[in-house]
């Protein structure tokens, strides 16, 4: 079991020093991004509504073959909570079509499923879709990352830790919210790091309910954690608006 937590780390730390496509993110103060994978209706109906109480939005990854399905996770969106999640601010990004692993699919599948996933948000649907992506599971390879990497304007991951002034679009740097709030100390720790660092942040997880997965989080770890992050003083913002800032340079 040792080995293979050496060897995970190993290529963990491979994957986000290889195959990078650094850009420099201006921060005048700490950024702090909320992300919903999947995504599960408590995702939305009650994370968003935690995130637009505290005036700030979300990004939401979505996986168009999960529309209308059932899981660990609870109910799917349906196409009238993508409508509602754009109406209020929050921003839609994709997550393949069928929520593919790039461990387990041939590569041109994966880019093929990557694409599909991007133009039913956009064409099928007719959404207004950004074009940030996040891996399913966190799962990629070096070949994916090089591949599907520039196809899209950022690639998130679940790697730990900060994304700092130099910033891999190809695998963004992001820090599971799972649990009930007896899990908010880290969460602390981290946004307080990123408030000395002048970093970007990124927070993400799936259900958002009491009786939550395994993947997700209580609404009163989420209700805390959003909190503090307001009161940091950090620029709460989508994943879509801070890529803005490094265009805009």
């Given at each position: ?65 999960l529309i209308n399905t059932l899981n660990h996770l609870g109910p799917h969106f349906c196409r009238e ?11 839609l990004a994709s997550h393949t079509y069928s929520h593919a692993s790039a461990r387990t699919t041939r ?129 709460i913002a989508t994943v879509d608006q801070v890529i803005a800032l490094a265009q805009s340079e």
């Amino acid at each position: 079991m040792l080995l293979r937590s050496q060897i995970s780390r190993t290529r963990r730390k491979a994957l986000c020093v290889l195959a990078r496509r650094d850009v420099l993110i201006p921060c005048d103060r700490p950024l702090i991004s909320f992300s919903f994978d999947d995504f599960p209706r408590t995702a939305l109906t009650v994370g968003g509504s935690i995130l637009q109480d505290a005036g700030v939005r979300g990004t939401y990854y979505a996986a168009p073959g999960l529309i209308n399905t059932l899981n660990h996770l609870g109910p799917h969106f349906c196409r009238e909570d993508l409508l509602d999640l754009l109406a209020t601010g929050h921003e839609l990004a994709s997550h393949t079509y069928s929520h593919a692993s790039a461990r387990t699919t041939r590569l041109a599948n994966y880019v093929h499923e990557v694409e599909k996933g991007y133009q039913t948000l956009v064409g099928t649907l007719g959404l207004n879709a950004s074009r940030q992506f996040a891996y399913p599971y966190g799962e990629v390879t070096l070949r994916v990352k090089r591949t599907v990497g520039p196809k899209m304007q950022s690639c998130r991951g679940i790697c730990p830790g900060l994304n700092g002034l130099h910033v891999d679009l190809n695998l963004l740097r992001a820090n599971r919210l799972y649990g009930n709030s007896d899990q908010f100390a880290p969460a602390k720790a981290l946004i307080d790091e990123n408030s000395r660092n002048k970093s970007w942040l990124i927070f993400y997880t799936h259900d958002v309910r009491p009786n939550h997965s395994s993947y997700g989080c209580t609404p009163a770890l989420l209700e805390q954690v959003v909190r503090t992050a307001v009161e940091s003083g950090a620029r709460i913002a989508t994943v879509d608006q801070v890529i803005a800032l490094a265009q805009s340079e």
